[in-house]
Every structure is written in structure tokens, then in C-alpha cells.
């Protein structure tokens, strides 16, 4: 398995390009099993979690191939020969994003068999409300041998409420309903900008759905969709993270193709610490001028403070002259990453869902492992705020969700680089 290693204490500075967001893209990508044609989509990122989906349409019969046009590269996705209607262990096990082809596979053929996701290292994360609506919607549903195997005619209409608003219940629920026959409402529906700009695909694709960005999402069922061209948003969580980068290290960044709105709740926090930030909605400069301040954080859903940045927020957090407390609202166990971050020195006690962390002057290198995608990322803003060399082992998990993470670093003055599986003993 191939490592990071880091060497900390060289300020960053110059611009990175943010990339297309991996969990607007994996919902996109699942749209496009509603209907037969060719989806061109446009800033898809270079990524294993976008891999291992992929290779599930592909599974199902979809045909799926690149081209570069005027500099850009595209996907074209055609699920014309949709063949199968199984995402098998293998690939949910991989990624439990794998439960968006729920939806559509039931919205278009009424039949899906799909693995039912384990647990993971931040949580439970149950998909109980993505079964219920389902079954209000007229499906019947049976968990057989570890898969739920679902079943309908064409579905129909039905009024579901979230106990939880959930990003990929929402989602997989908006694309059962919009084939579905007759109006469906989701009620404490989630209002994250992923959701919002399936929907607007949707919507382009010949779909009736209002509300977006809401809690409350109506959807009047049509008869036929049709393929678009369609581009996906920049990932706020990876432009949240080197924002947060120039908090852990110095000294300033400017942060090119983002939208600037979607990350007013961390813009505003990470003012708050002391970090000078300007610019517009498509770019953004970051600077880091004197001492971090300690400030209080809790994760909420969209708009509130993302529980994707909860991690790395925690780095600048043990950096910072004084007392904070971070509170987890969103999973239960999202705090893998304090035990890692004590090792490099960080004063982190935790009690429930909340982290107490008492600012320290300094952090100092040692050997660390990542146990999920953000809990490695925080890892690597505390390796490049450490005093010596940082070894960051299971890297693949950020492989899962950062592109050319280190390239983008190193391009700014990070001295990281990427130690190969076959080079290490
Ligand atoms: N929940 C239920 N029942 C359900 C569904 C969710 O109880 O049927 C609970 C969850 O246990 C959790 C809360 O609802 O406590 C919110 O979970 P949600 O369903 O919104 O999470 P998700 O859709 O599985 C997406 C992102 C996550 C991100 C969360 C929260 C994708 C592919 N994944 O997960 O992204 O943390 O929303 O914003 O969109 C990541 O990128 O690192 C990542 C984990």
C-alpha cells in the first residue's frame, strides 16, 4: 500500500484548481441509468470512488469511454444496453455510494438487487429511509443473503419524510420518483448543493421537480427522459480543504474554479481563526496573518458546517492559542482521525460526540495511518504543520476522494511525495 511522506513546515504559496465534486458526480453518474442515449459529462473527477462506479455501470450493461474535446475531457455514458440490475458485494462493499443505483434502476426497469452496505470507519450509516420511501412509492422490498431485493410495477407517487435528512436518500428517492406515476413529495429533504445540482440535471433531462435546495421536494412523475451534456460543480470539501491548509502551515493560496457560496458557513468559521479571506464566487485568496484562534465548530447538514471538513478543521483546531470544542452531529464515530493526530502531539480529549482540544505550540512528525478519506486529509494538513518528517500510511483512502493531491500541493511548495507500494519493504 503506498504512503505519503511529508516534510513539514514549507509555507504554501500560489493558486490550485479545484476539481469537479466527487459526491455531485457519483449521483450523476447513477442518473444516468433512467434512460438509453449518450450523457456527455464534463469535469468528472480522476478518481477511484468515480472508478469503482463506472465499473459498476459497466457491470449493468452500460457503455462507458473518455474523450478530450477543446482541452476538456468528457465522459460518455450509455446505458441504451442495460442489461443487469445487481451491484454485487464487491463493489458496495468498496463504496457504499454504490446504493445510488436504487433509485433509477427501480425508476426505469421496477427491479434492483442490491448489497446492503455495511457499517464503515465513521458510523452505522443505516439506508433505512432510502428502503422506507421506496416501499411507500409501491415497491416491495426483501433482504435475502445479505441483498435487498426490490421489486414494483411502475412506481407511484407517495408523500416520504426523512427522521434525518440524508444526502443519498434524498437523492436516490428524487430519482425513483421522477419516472414515477403521480406527484411525490420529500418532506426534511436534504438541501446540500450535490442534491441541488442532480436535480437541476434531472430537471434538464425532461424531469418536474421543485423545491431544490429546500427542505420540501415535489416531483410530478413523467413518462420519458432524455440524455444532456452536463458539468459538474466544483467539490467544496476539497476547496474547503487547502483553504483550510494555509490555516495549518501558512501562507496564502489562491483557490481558483470554486463556488464560493456553497462554502459560506466554513468561509465564515475560518474568518473567525484569523484567516484573511477575499475574492469572488469563482476564486478565492486565502492568507494566514499571525496566530490562529481557537473557535467552537458543529457539524450540521447543508448549510451548516459540513461534517466533510470536521476533520481537518480539527488540525487547525490543535494549532491554535486556546480552548475549543468540536461537536460531531451528523455520524458517531467520525473522530478516528484524534487518536493519529495525538501521536503527532495535538491535546484532543474526547467526550461523546464532542472533541476538546487545547492548542499546542507545535506538532511534531511520527508515522501515522489514515482510517478514512477525510481523517487522511486531516492527517495530511497536520503533517505539513509538523516539525520533521511525516509518514502517512493506507493513503488509498484519499485516493478514494482527493485528485492529484499531492501533485496540487507540491505545485505550491509542500514538500510531499508518494512512496509506491513495490518501493516499501
Ligand atoms: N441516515 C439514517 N438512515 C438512512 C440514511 C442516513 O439514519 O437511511 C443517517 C446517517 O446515519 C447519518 C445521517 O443520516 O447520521 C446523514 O447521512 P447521509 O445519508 O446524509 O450520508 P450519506 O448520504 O451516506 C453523504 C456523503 C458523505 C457525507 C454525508 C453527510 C456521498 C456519496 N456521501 O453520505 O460523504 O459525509 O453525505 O454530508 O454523497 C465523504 O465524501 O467523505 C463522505 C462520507
Sequence with gaps: MDQLVIEGRHPLKGTIRISGAKNAALPILAATLLTGGTFRLQNIPRLVDIRTFTDLLIDLGVTVDYSTDNDSDFLNIDSSGLSDHEAPYDLVRKMRASILVLGPLMSRIGKARVSLPGGCAIGARPINLHLKGLELMGAKLRLKEGYIEAKAGRLKGAHIYFDTPSVTGTENLMMAAVLAKGTTVLGNAAREPEVIALGQMLNQMGSKIKGLGSNTIKIEGVKKLRPVDWKIIPDRIEAGTYMMAVGAVGEELIIEDILADHLEAVISKLRSTGLQIEGDNARISVRKKGALHSVDVTTLPYPGFPTDLQAQIMVLMALAGGLSVITETIFENRFMHVAEL???????????????????????????????????????????AAKGTTTISRVYHLDRGYEHLEQKLAAVGARIKRKKAYLIR
Design 342 to 384: 495525538r501521536r503527532l502531539g495535538a491535546d484532543i480529549k474526547v467526550e461523546g460526540r464532542s472533541a476538546i482540544i487545547k492548542g499546542v505550540k507545535g506538532l511534531n512528525s511520527a508515522p501515522v495511518m489514515a482510517t478514512d478519506l477525510r481523517a487522511s486529509a486531516s492527517l495530511v494538513l497536520a503533517g505539513l
